[in-house]
């Protein structure tokens, strides 16, 4: 493990570690080649490494292309995954699948908001994670910024 993320997950509760932890797993578990793991905006990022996409975040090139990130915050265990908020069917896909199990999806364009461990849904998180690999989100990527223009 990334000493910045083991610091990182340090912080927290027992409890809360447990919980990052048994995420964490899932997600690197599910995670397509390619995508690294790291600390980046005070949260376990996982991003497009430079080696492979040497622009990096349009934003500031000097950051790699964040793809997904997992943090713990105030009241919730929060899940970004830019896919999500790239892909209106994704969304829908992973509300209909979460809200037929768990009741109301707390959300944003890109966060998932998990109040309790029981509300989290691992084994859809580890579908969810396997479903855009690099060189996918690469292409999206770059098409969304050529749309912007």
Same mark, same amino acid.
């Given at each position: *493990?990334? $000493?910045?993320?083991?610091?990182?997950?340090?912080? =927290?509760?027992? /409890?809360? $570690?447990?919980?990052?932890?048994?995420?964490?797993? !899932?997600?690197?578990?599910?995670? @397509?080649?390619?995508?690294? /793991? !790291?600390? !980046?905006?005070?949260?376990?990022? #996982?991003?497009?490494?430079? &080696?492979?996409?040497?622009?990096?975040?349009?934003?500031?090139?000097?950051?790699?292309?964040?793809? *997904?990130?997992?943090?713990?915050?105030?009241? &919730?265990?929060? =899940?970004?995954? *830019?896919?999500?908020?790239?892909? @209106?069917?994704?969304? &829908?896909?992973?509300?209909?699948?979460?809200?037929?199990? #768990?009741? +109301?999806?707390?959300?944003?364009?890109?966060? %998932?908001? =998990?109040?309790?461990? /029981?509300?989290?849904?691992?084994?859809?998180?580890?579908?969810?994670? /396997?479903?855009?690999?690099?060189?996918?989100?690469?292409?999206? #990527?770059?098409?969304? %910024?050529? &749309? +912007?223009?």
């Amino acid at each position: *493990m990334n $000493q910045e993320v083991r610091e990182y997950i340090e912080k =927290f509760s027992i /409890e809360d $570690q447990a919980i990052l932890n048994e995420l964490r797993r !899932t997600i690197l578990d599910h995670l @397509p080649l390619g995508f690294e /793991e !790291t600390l !980046t905006y005070g949260m376990i990022g #996982y991003v497009v490494p430079h &080696s492979l996409y040497p622009k990096g975040y349009h934003v500031d090139p000097s950051l790699p292309l964040g793809f *997904m990130a997992l943090a713990k915050q105030k009241h &919730s265990y929060n =899940f970004y995954h *830019m896919g999500l908020y790239g892909d @209106p069917q994704l969304m &829908s896909w992973f509300k209909i699948n979460y809200e037929a199990q #768990y009741g +109301r999806l707390d959300h944003g364009k890109s966060c %998932l908001r =998990f109040k309790s461990k /029981e509300k989290i849904p691992f084994d859809l998180i580890g579908i969810l994670v /396997e479903k855009i690999s690099v060189q996918d989100y690469i292409l999206a #990527y770059e098409s969304n %910024l050529m &749309s +912007r223009k």
